[in-house]
């Protein structure tokens, strides 16, 4: 069966520094997604991508996160420069098509700002 | 957004059936009913989704009455693997990427 992968499974960086979380949706799936979580606290939604732009961003999503589908298969999520509070982990989500609410969500990338 | 109200939590034993209830007494025309799953440090899973009446697929089956202010999950014979979160999300279909807005969920245990 078909999944959606993530690299790195725990990224470790210090305050202040880029960080790059990598996913591979499912091959022929339109629409991704960026999902974060904080340890014991509920699935926040902070950006879908379709069609090679934004179609939607919530508040979390600020200037220092950015999106990419570089090269048709990965879909990366970069954060310019990390604070504590970025802690948290990253979740990637592919959809097939735009008619239901089936998303296929990723491992997730632990992300520790120190 | 219609708001969702479920149970904090629910303890079960092996091979019961559980139901769990989701009440969105704001649900709007256009709003559809999903439920995902959610285990420990991994991704949510995507159970089942539904507009009225009842659906059914390998996992589940969600009962939706004529009303649609309420819905409830219902999972046959549980496991000890069926310990998870629960979640029911309500939102309308946008055609454009649907995001999903989690709530805090039900925690599920299931003992021997």
């Known amino acids: 069966e078909p999944e959606v992968t993530q690299t790195p499974s725990h990224q470790v960086t210090q305050m202040g520094q880029e960080v790059i979380l990598r996913c591979v949706p499912i091959?022929?799936?339109?629409?991704f997604y960026w999902y974060r979580q904080i340890l014991g606290q509920k699935v926040e939604f902070l950006v879908s991508f379709y069609n090679n732009e934004i179609s939607e961003k919530s508040e979390i999503f600020d200037d220092q996160f950015s999106v990419e589908r570089p090269d048709g298969s990965n879909f990366t999520l970069k954060i310019r420069s990390t604070k504590l509070e970025d802690s948290a982990m990253y979740f990637c989500?592919?959809?097939?098509?735009?008619?239901?609410?089936?998303?296929?969500f990723g491992p997730g990338t632990r992300l520790t700002v120190t | 957004l219609a708001k969702t109200t479920q149970p904090i939590s629910m303890d079960s034993y092996e091979g019961q059936e559980v139901n769990i209830t989701c009440s969105h007494n704001?649900?709007?025309?256009?709003?559809?009913i999903t439920w995902y799953q959610q285990f420990p440090s991994q991704g949510p899973r995507f159970i089942i989704q539904g507009y009225k009446t009842k659906v059914t697929n390998e996992v589940a089956s969600l009962f939706i009455p004529a009303d649609r202010k309420s819905s409830t999950l219902s999972l046959p014979r549980v496991s000890l693997s069926d310990t998870a979160v629960y979640y029911c999300?309500?939102?309308?279909?946008?055609?454009?990427?649907?995001?999903?807005?989690f709530g805090t969920g039900t925690q599920l245990k299931v003992e021997l």
């Open positions: 704001n649900i709007a025309t256009n709003d559809y």
């Open positions: 999300l309500v939102g309308a279909l946008t055609g454009g990427g649907n995001k999903l807005t």
């Open positions: 989500a592919s959809q097939l098509a735009g008619d239901s609410y089936e998303q296929y």
């Open positions: 091959s022929n799936h339109l629409y």
